[in-house]
């Protein structure tokens, strides 16, 4: 009889092995993956900036490479992007060269990515560009505040600011909003902070992949660690990223971790992971506490996929059969 490989211990020790590139995501993925940098465990988790100085350094490194991106992205899908304010919130609305029928008269609010931390400025565009062109609709990208020098709930307060705003112009039932990452946990969060205030809610939330727990506690934080080519460990960026956010306050609150708060009476919700993802479990966590709350969802989880591999590498067939099933979710809850 095999022995219980759990009995001295509360953890499972397996042996290191080989994983191939994934036979069944599309050719173009696979090459994605094959090109794309990835770190070791230990080099990630060696790379963590420590003092403030070494964060705005990092963020700096970090967002020069995707503003080279979003200047590209935005020439070859030809947006409009203006920057403003919104009581006194930067955002920038953009413009898609056709406007679709189902959304002439809707706006999209789009929460960027990024651990918190990093893609402040241009580079926080990045996927409402793509939502913009590929669905016709306009959106309007909040580009809040970030930590070390505005942790929470900077951000929260911003997105807020900028929701209410277009509640008051066009009203709940006109307005979609979404992100993905920490971007996705923020629109999570801002149910828990609209909900609370009894504030309209909008037509439908899309959450990509979303950080709703920045404590270490999903299952793919540690079976898929090493795997995400995009997040590695959450012993790198993610554990320090999570506790310059959070400042004083505790993970577990729920603006800051929504997947501990009310999910009662949110509006439907599109969700998207990857098998590789390291934040598939906090995705199929939510996907469950919204449903055993009755609230609508569409979990779509995608072969081989890591970590909003559907917007890093957004010209594979994966990446437009997100924003196709985001498109057809938002006209069906007109």
């Not at 942790?151 to 979404?178: R, S």
Request: hydrophobic residues 40%; aromatic residues 8%; proline residues 6%.
């Amino acid at each position: 009889m095999a022995s219980n490989a759990y009995s001295s211990s509360n953890s499972l020790l397996l042996p290191s092995k080989e994983v191939p590139l994934p036979k069944g995501a599309s050719s173009e993925q696979r090459e994605a993956i094959r090109q794309f940098p990835s770190m070791s465990i230990s080099e990630a988790n060696a790379s963590v900036p420590i003092t403030a100085e070494q964060w705005r350094d990092y963020a700096q490194t970090t967002n020069a490479r995707q503003k080279k991106k979003v200047k590209q992205m935005r020439k070859r899908l030809g947006v409009t992007v203006e920057q403003s304010k919104i009581n006194g919130v930067t955002v920038r609305f953009i413009t898609p060269k056709r406007l679709s029928e189902h959304f002439k008269d809707c706006v999209y609010i789009d929460v960027h990515g990024g651990a918190y931390v990093f893609f402040a400025g241009l580079p926080s565009i990045e996927e409402g560009m793509l939502i913009a062109h590929r669905l016709g609709i306009r959106v309007i990208s909040v580009d809040y505040r970030m930590p070390p020098k505005h942790p929470f709930p900077a951000a929260l307060n911003d997105v807020a600011t900028v929701y209410k705003a277009q509640l008051c112009d066009i009203g709940a039932e006109h307005i979609y909003l979404g992100g993905t990452s920490a971007g996705a946990g923020l629109v999570l969060s801002l149910m828990q902070l609209l909900k609370r205030a009894g504030t309209a809610l909008p037509a439908a939330i899309y959450t990509g992949t979303p950080w709703a727990d920045l404590t270490k506690t999903g299952d793919t934080l540690f079976t898929n660690e090493g795997i995400d080519r995009v997040l590695v460990s959450y012993d790198a960026t993610l554990a320090a990223a999570a506790s310059l956010y959070a400042d004083k306050e505790p993970l577990t609150n729920p603006l800051i971790s929504p997947l501990y708060g009310d999910f009662e009476g949110l509006p439907p919700t599109l969700l998207v992971s990857g098998t590789r993802d390291m934040f598939l479990s906090d995705t199929v966590r939510v996907n469950r506490k919204l449903r055993d709350a009755g609230v609508v969802t569409q979990l779509e989880v995608f072969e081989g996929a890591s970590h909003a591999d559907y917007l890093i590498a957004y010209e594979t067939p994966e990446s437009f059969a997100v924003y196709r099933e985001l498109e057809q979710f938002f006209i069906h809850y007109r």
